[in-house]
C-alpha cells in the first residue's frame, strides 16, 4: 500500500503552505507540531485546522516537547538556545535562552530535562533548575562519547540512549556513559552518524544513521533479526535514514532520502504490513 502526501496550509487566507519543517512533535491530544524556518505549525485534526506563529528570534526550532503538567503546554528549543512555552493555541507563555545550539529535548521519569546541542555536549536539568554538563573526554573511557548530540530517549529500563553524531549511540545508567560505535566489540553499529533512536513495543531498538538503520535487541546489545512477511527488509533498512518514529499504535515509521515507510507488527513482533511513500 502506498502512503499519499498532502500539503499543509495554514486555516487563515493567503497563507503559503507549511514547509521546510525541521521538527515534528505529537502531543498527547493527538495535535502534531511542527517546527519550520523562523515558525512553529499546529495542526490540529480533529478541528480540520493548521495555524502558524512567528518566532520572534527569526531562529529554527530545533526540539520541540510537551511539559509533564495538566496544562499540557509545550516547549521549543531553537538553534540560538531560546527556550519558547506556548498553550495549546500557540500563545507564547514564556521564554529564556537555557543552552546554545539546541537540537534535542527529552523529559525522563524523574522529571529530569535532558537538552542534546550540536558541539556543546549533553546538559540534564533537574526539577529544581540545577544543570549538569555532560561532555566528552578523550582520557575517560566513561565520558559520553561525542559532544554532537542529535536525539536522547528513556528506554524500558530507565537508561538514557543518547544518539551522537560522530560517537554512534551512548547509554547512560545514571552513572557512567557506555558507548557503541562502528567496529566496537561489544556491537558495532552501522556507523558512528548516529541521528535518533526508538524502543519499539517488542523491547528492540530501532537506530537512524546515515548509512541506514540498525535494529539492537534491549536485552543482549546485539544486532536484532528482522522478519518480514512482505518485502526487502534489509533492503530497507540499507537506505540512507534521516529519521525513525514509534506512533501511538506501536507502527514504527522510517523516513529515508528518498522514501517513508510504515511497519506494522503481528504479535510475535514480525513484520506484517508496510505501507511506503516516495518523495
Not at 498532502?6 to 514547509?19: A, E, G, Q
Not at 554538563?133 to 543518547?162: C, M, P, Q
Not at 566496537?184 to 530501532?206: A, I, K, M, P, Y
Request: include cysteine; glycine fraction near 8%.
Amino acid at each position: 500500500r502506498c502512503l499519499v502526501p498532502h500539503p499543509l496550509r495554514p486555516s487563515y487566507s493567503n497563507s503559503k503552505y507549511v514547509s521546510r519543517i525541521r521538527r515534528y512533535y505529537s502531543d498527547v491530544q493527538g495535535n502534531l507540531w511542527l517546527g519550520c524556518l523562523h515558525n512553529i505549525s499546529l495542526v490540529n485534526f480533529y478541528h480540520n485546522n493548521v495555524e502558524r506563529v512567528e518566532r520572534n528570534d527569526a531562529t529554527d526550532t530545533r526540539a520541540i516537547l510537551q511539559l509533564p503538567s495538566a496544562d499540557g503546554n509545550i516547549v521549543t528549543a531553537s538553534y540560538g538556545g531560546k527556550f519558547m512555552v506556548y498553550d495549546s493555541r500557540l500563545n507564547l507563555l514564556s521564554q529564556e535562552r537555557i543552552a546554545s545550539n539546541v537540537y534535542a529535548l527529552h523529559y525522563d521519569r524523574k522529571g529530569r530535562l535532558w537538552i542534546g546541542t550540536k558541539g556543546d555536549g549533553l546538559i540534564m536539568r533537574d526539577a529544581a533548575g540545577r544543570q549538569t554538563v555532560f561532555l566528552h573526554d578523550v582520557a575517560d573511557t566513561y565520558s559520553i562519547s561525542h559532544n554532537r548530540i542529535y536525539d536522547s530517549k528513556e528506554d524500558s529500563r530507565g537508561r538514557i540512549l543518547v544518539a551522537t553524531y560522530g560517537g554512534g549511540l551512548t547509554r547512560y545508567d545514571g552513572y557512567s556513559f557506555l558507548s557503541f560505535t562502528f567496529g566496537n566489540r561489544r556491537l558495532s553499529l552501522r556507523s558512528n552518524s548516529c541521528r535518533n533512536v526508538v524502543e519499539d513495543r517488542f523491547g528492540r531498538l530501532w537506530v537512524s544513521f546515515d548509512e541506514g538503520t540498525d535494529v539492537i535487541d534491549l536485552n543482549s546489545y546485539q544486532k536484532a533479526e528482522i522478519t518480514s512477511k512482505v518485502g526487502d527488509i534489509n533492503k530497507i533498512l540499507s537506505q540512507p535514514s534521516v529519521t525513525v518514529y514509534r506512533d501511538t499504535k506501536d507502527n514504527i515509521w522510517l523516513l529515508t532520502n528518498s522514501h517513508i515507510y510504515r511497519f506494522s507488527f503481528d504479535e510475535t513482533g514480525n513484520i506484517c504490513d508496510i505501507n511506503t511513500g516516495k518523495y
